[in-house]
């Protein structure tokens, strides 16, 4: 497949504002960023993007109209080559009939570059990787903040639910808070200078869909109380450059408590991370994986060493990221 970056407004014929047939064999390779969703104590509304890592996807257009997969690398099988069942191709598709442009041909290529299941936003990053490169491809005719809804589709078709809190993050960059579903409102939010993110990914098996359901359906007034004060004030200290807010604020009476005890060795790896310096630590996503907030990067080394240490000393595999927050989201490579 091509790489060729040449920006693809050049090669468009614009007809009354609407392209019309894009040059066919156009090319392009997208990389989309891993993402932190709920960030502790905001469920389904904050979420941050990490340089890595991360998935990829080539994209090339073709002269025979409809979306096709033609290879999947990285998923050791587990994911659908069928356009109608996998995530970045159904979002591509959604995108398509919005702009009217049914008659155009896609072929994809995704490379999973990042493990799936693993509480990162997999399913997020691939998504995004299609529809910033199908967006680029057709002449950059959505902004940003108008590709989220499409790529809600795919997280609503990859674990029943279209939650923007991996892909609105992976999309604009950095934190980002989903102030509301309906109607659809994203901010971004503003990143402390020189922090970093530690997380460990332990090799074990958390589905997305079985997590949720551990979530309580009702929750006592008091603990809601405790978490809007949460959420407020790790906003506010995201705002204040205040990193001793953001660690207080990083606390969840709702969904960890019991989300947690599907992680092994949860409580030591917090206690770890706390005792080596970290701002704040938590479940990313549903999990498995883990995170900590760190005001540099030499102490969040040191606490993915020691977590994973405790972990091999239990028997249990694992992978760690050490990263800035990603300011930029997907990117052309």
Not at 78 to 102: E, G
Not at 201 to 217: C, H
Not at 231 to 252: E, T
Request: glycine letters at 10%.
């Amino acid at each position: 497949m091509s790489n060729n970056n040449t920006n693809p407004v050049e090669t468009l014929d614009m007809n009354n504002g609407k392209a019309k047939a894009p040059f066919r064999g156009l090319g392009v390779r997208v990389f989309a960023p891993a993402t932190v969703a709920n960030v502790v104590c905001g469920f389904d509304v904050l979420g941050f993007a990490v340089n890595e890592p991360g998935d990829e996807v080539e994209m090339r257009l073709t002269e025979t109209p409809g979306v096709v997969i033609k290879k999947i690398t990285g998923d050791d099988g587990r994911l659908p080559l069928d356009a109608a069942k996998n995530t970045v191709s159904a979002s591509v598709q959604h995108y398509l009939q919005h702009i009217n442009r049914l008659d155009v041909g896609v072929e994809i290529e995704l490379h999973k570059k990042m493990p799936i299941g693993s509480g990162l936003g997999s399913s997020s990053a691939s998504t995004v990787a299609g529809l910033f490169a199908i967006n680029k491809l057709m002449g950059d005719l959505l902004t940003p903040k108008e590709l989220v809804p499409f790529a809600m589709k795919g997280e609503e078709l990859a674990c029943g639910y279209g939650h923007a809190d991996n892909v609105a993050p992976a999309i604009l960059g950095g934190f980002v808070l989903v102030r509301s579903y309906e109607p659809l409102d994203v901010i971004s939010l503003p990143t402390p200078a020189g922090m970093y993110a530690a997380i460990v990914y332990p090799e074990v098996d958390v589905p997305t869909k079985d997590a949720r359901q551990m979530i309580r359906s009702k929750v006592f007034l008091k603990d809601a109380v405790t978490q809007w004060g949460n959420v407020a004030g790790l906003v506010s200290g995201l705002f204040m450059n205040d990193f001793d807010l953001i660690g207080r604020s990083m606390k969840d009476v709702l969904v960890e408590p019991t989300r947690s005890i599907l992680i092994p060795g949860f409580e030591e790896m917090r206690n770890i991370a706390m005792e080596n310096g970290a701002i704040g630590f938590g479940i990313s996503g549903s999990g498995p994986s883990v995170f900590a907030l760190t005001k540099d990067e030499e102490t969040a080394k040191k606490i993915t060493k020691a977590q994973q240490q405790h972990l091999h000393k239990i028997n249990i595999n694992s992978k760690a990221y050490v990263s800035s927050v990603n300011a930029e989201g997907p990117r052309v490579i």
